[in-house]
């Protein structure tokens, strides 16, 4: 399994980032697969997820409204679009994969599978 996380960087506050993750080596269809985050110092954090079908999104209460997360499955890649940035949202943001059957109680002990992580910086 690889999970490519890009489109990490840096970012002055009210700006706006596009994740990207590529996904292989497993039915993509079949999972949900979300972003979680982790700051120094913190836990890592489910920041959003979405299931393959119906589709169905789960999001953080810190970013619902500003991120969106979405998929292609014929390209096997989601995407999580940050808009309205705030320093606090500066973190290494990881893409997973989470075990069948979780859903909605997605948490970073039901991942399956992690991405390497790719860092968002917020600056004030």
């Known amino acids: 399994v690889q999970l490519v996380e890009s489109g990490g960087g840096e970012v002055e506050a009210g700006g706006s980032l596009r994740l990207s993750c590529a996904a292989s080596?497993?039915?993509?269809?079949?999972?949900?697969i979300g972003w979680l985050r982790q700051a120094p110092g913190n836990e890592r954090e489910v920041v959003s997820g979405?299931?393959?079908?119906?589709?169905?999104?789960y999001y953080a209460d810190s970013v619902k409204g500003r991120f969106t997360i979405s998929r292609d499955n014929a390209k096997k890649t989601v995407y999580l679009q940050m808009n309205s940035l705030k320093p606090e949202d500066t973190a290494i943001y990881y893409c997973?994969?989470?075990?069948?059957?979780?859903?909605?109680?997605?948490?970073?002990?039901?991942?399956?599978?992690w991405g390497q992580g790719t860092q968002v910086t917020v600056s004030s």
């Open positions: 979405i299931a393959s079908r119906p589709g169905t999104t």
């Open positions: 080596g497993f039915r993509f269809d079949d999972y949900t």
């Open positions: 997973a994969v989470f075990y069948r059957g979780v859903e909605p109680d997605l948490t970073s002990d039901y991942v399956a599978w």
